[in-house]
């Protein structure tokens, strides 16, 4: 035989809080879903007790009380509480679950951006073009670079702002270049000046070839 239990108190504080359940954050929906919880649990166990559920007749055939039950209007009112805060529970997962998302989207979004920025570095390390025909007494030859090497980046210009097609804006008479190149899988940075007084054609000595 069960024990019978006394009526459950309400928490009188769960339906000021589900009113306001859109200004709620997700922690304390995630609270509140932990206090409905409990309430339901102490208002089944009380219904469990009469030895009923929600879908027990509380009248006989001949439509009176039944003598058995410890307090029919008590367990009207349990029943009627255990829909409302059902109820409730339901508003405040389906409420959690769109704030989850759109935390979700905002970390997503996030990482999009952090891949984005550390993926812009790595691309400018990238080759676009390879040295070639260089002559030994110009700018280039002078300054270390040889034939092979392949450019990195040409003052500003790298493979994601120019190419090769951005080189002539960097390429002015006595203004000093950094140069970065890679050699059997080293990257090296060279200075060159461009001049039109060493004795060879062109500013710089040497023949660039698109990758």
């Known amino acids: 035989m069960h024990e019978i239990l006394t009526p459950t108190i309400g928490d009188e504080e769960i339906p000021k809080l589900v009113d306001k359940i859109s200004l709620l954050s997700l ?34 055939e001949d439509g009176y009380p039944r003598q058995d039950l410890d307090d029919i209007v008590q ?9 409302q805060r059902r109820n409730d529970l339901t508003a405040v997962i389906n409420r959690s679950h769109i704030l989850l998302e759109k935390q979700l989207s905002k970390e997503n979004k996030s990482q999009e951006k952090d891949i984005t920025k550390s ?14 025909e260089i002559d030994m007494n110009g700018p280039i030859g002078q300054s270390g ?24 804006k960097e390429v002015s008479i006595g203004k ?6 890679k050699r059997d899988g080293i990257s090296y940075t060279f200075n060159v000046t461009p001049n039109n007084q060493w004795g060879g054609r062109g500013l710089l000595g040497c023949k660039l070839t698109k990758l």
């Open 27 to 60: 922690q304390d929906l995630l609270s509140l879903k932990k206090r409905i919880e409990l309430q339901l649990s102490k208002d089944v166990s009380y219904l469990e007790s009469q030895n009923i559920d929600m879908n027990s007749k509380l009248i006989t």
């Open 145 to 168: 670079i040889q034939n092979g090497d392949t450019l990195i980046s040409f003052g500003s210009v790298t493979v994601i702002n120019g190419g090769l097609q951005g080189l002539s």
């Open 119 to 132: 993926s812009t570095p790595f691309t400018n390390h990238i080759p676009f073009a390879i040295f070639e």
């Open 75 to 83: 367990i009207t009112l349990t029943r009627r509480d255990i829909i």
């Open 176 to 181: 000093t270049i950094p140069i970065n190149i």
